[in-house]
């Protein structure tokens, strides 16, 4: 079993930054990545920013070239940096935390933190 706790969420102006962050606990050996989602109101989850164990990152379109994701093996945390003077009011949504663990394979989920971005 793995636990996900996600932080830093919040209400930021456009053009702000904010740095969010996921706590991992548990069998976290057979964590094989981890990533970032999200879900604005009415719209499907999607898929932010993805890094392996062996720190390979990947980007979903709309967030390449502003959004940052990085881990802290010390800490079992992973980080998605919003940088500064990129946010925009479309990145709204709730933003979860995810990994994905090898032998057994198997999803985990965070609960969610809610970003707001004001316009």
């Known amino acids: 079993q793995v636990q996900l706790v996600e932080s830093g969420g919040g209400l930021v102006q456009a053009g702000g930054s904010l740095r969010l962050s996921c706590a991992a606990s548990g069998s976290i050996v057979s964590i094989n990545l981890m990533a970032w989602y999200r879900q604005a109101p009415g719209k499907q989850r999607e898929l932010v920013a993805v890094?392996?164990?062996?720190?390979?990152?990947?980007?979903a379109d709309s967030v390449k070239g502003r959004f940052t994701i990085s881990r802290d093996n010390a800490k079992n945390t992973v980080y998605l940096q919003m940088n500064m003077n990129t946010l925009k009011p479309e990145d709204t949504a709730v933003y979860y935390c995810?990994?994905?663990?090898?032998?057994?394979?198997?999803?985990?989920w965070g609960q969610g933190t809610q970003v707001t971005v004001s316009s």
């Open positions: 995810n990994a994905l663990t090898i032998l057994p394979t198997r999803n985990y």
């Open positions: 890094i392996t164990s062996g720190g390979s990152t990947s980007y």
